[in-house]
């Protein structure tokens, strides 16, 4: 199951979580690691914090934004120390190894930590459809990036060395390059049909994006939302006709 | 039960990592913590690395044998990163939660951490009578120190939560009889808006209606759906507008 799981690091400052996130990484087994805009990569003390893990720093893969980083995953996994909720529902570190586990076998899916001090962005956390948190104590929880990332990796290869999912064959899902098409499509059809008429936008499209990414269609499904939305205006309908 | 645990670094050779470990206790709720013949403590290094849980180095006992800092504990628990027998019977962390959870009602407990390359000599393993082992990757399984205190009591502090902290008080569901509402509309509408030219009508509907079954809406979240529906047909975007 770890084969498909990616840890994905978005702006890190401290160029040395780069390298203690890679060893926590390869001491439970993952190697696949995306660093978003991290602040200085490669650099001496990322290399010297991997301490034996400098083939996951090697092999990480460098973009400039998160939707790059998980434009091909069915499942992105936002992790916060903090029982914030955004649409996301929130799994404990078990729940999302059980979870993570299930998927893994015919899914791609990221497990993205934010900045040191200020974590994801409102859009960054947008872009998940799931959410997990460490629970701690509550007059002192500030886990450092490092051991979060041990954290969660632990529950991961716990869980993978314990259980084992005979591959349930259900139906494929999009990637979040396709999801975010659809929320496109669907931003753009509604305004034309007029239907935030007395509405405010930002937030109505926000609570239909959350209620479509806490419940991801599968791609059959998504062509039958997608095919609603494009009877919404004339102009469709008339090219839909031809 | 996280007051009566404490918490032995044996022979820390790096102060930085004896205040890495009082920040991964105090982040998981545990305060005691015992020196066996630390090499160098105080030191500036330990408390920088303590980060806001400076109070656990201050409360810190210091002493020169393993047999000092454990003699009033009735559960002295070894660590390994190996799944080294020796005389204790090995448990999973997860396991050792749910014996600490068990003991600490009513005996003291120490959990006992090695030197940062050599671990624990045979007296030492001698001393204790049950041994955790952190599975990890055979290829690389130098966990450091402070990483595996920050795994133990990371499970040590998952079980003392006596109860989940619920995330959100989630949304009002519909009852089924609007979700039949919901349903019927949506059929009426796709239905006028031409939705369903070319499609095989029942089997179209039997997905829609699968996939919102399967993923209930709430109640605003149904209205906004009711809404998207209801502009698919010119009919009922003129009643809207009046």
């Given amino acids: 199951m770890?084969?498909?799981?990616?840890?994905?690091?978005?702006?890190?400052?401290?160029?040395?979580?780069?390298?203690?996130?890679?060893?926590?990484?390869?001491?439970?087994?993952?190697?696949?690691?995306?660093?978003?805009?991290?602040?200085?990569?490669?650099?001496?003390e990322a290399s010297a914090m991997a301490a034996g893990a400098e083939d996951i720093l090697t092999q990480a893969i460098v973009v400039s934004t998160l939707e790059?980083?998980?434009?091909?995953?069915?499942?992105?996994?936002?992790?916060?120390?903090?029982?914030?909720?955004?649409?996301?529902?929130?799994?404990?570190p078990a729940e999302c190894a059980t979870f993570v586990s299930k998927q893994s076998e015919q899914d791609e899916i990221a497990i993205v930590f934010?900045?040191?001090?200020?974590?994801?962005?409102?859009?960054?956390y947008a872009l998940?459809?799931?959410?997990?948190?460490?629970?701690?104590?509550?007059?002192?929880?500030?886990?450092?990036?490092?051991?979060?990332?041990?954290?969660?990796?632990?529950?991961?290869?716990?869980?993978?060395?314990?259980e084992f999912y005979p591959v349930t064959q259900s139906e494929a899902l999009p990637d979040a390059k396709e999801m975010s098409y659809f929320f496109d499509n669907m931003s753009v059809q509604l305004e034309q049909s007029g239907y935030f008429n007395g509405k405010p936008k930002a937030a109505t499209l926000g609570k239909l994006r959350a209620y479509f990414q806490r419940n991801p269609p599968n791609i059959s499904e998504l062509g039958l939302l997608h095919g609603i939305m494009r009877r919404l205006t004339p102009q469709s309908k008339k090219v839909d006709k031809v």
Avoid: W
């Fill in 128 to 162: 998940c459809n799931r959410h997990v948190f460490i629970p701690a104590n509550p007059d002192y929880s500030i886990l450092n990036m490092a051991a979060a990332v041990q954290i969660i990796c632990y529950e991961l290869y716990q869980r993978s060395l314990t």
């Fill in 68 to 92: 790059e980083a998980i434009g091909d995953c069915q499942h992105v996994v936002a992790t916060s120390a903090r029982p914030r909720s955004h649409q996301a529902p929130a799994m404990t």
């Fill in 2 to 44: 770890l084969k498909r799981i990616r840890i994905v690091l978005v702006n890190t400052f401290h160029p040395g979580n780069i390298g203690s996130a890679a060893r926590a990484m390869k001491v439970m087994g993952l190697t696949h690691l995306y660093l978003v805009a991290p602040q200085s990569f490669p650099d001496a």
């Fill in 114 to 124: 934010g900045r040191e001090r200020s974590g994801l962005t409102s859009d960054e």
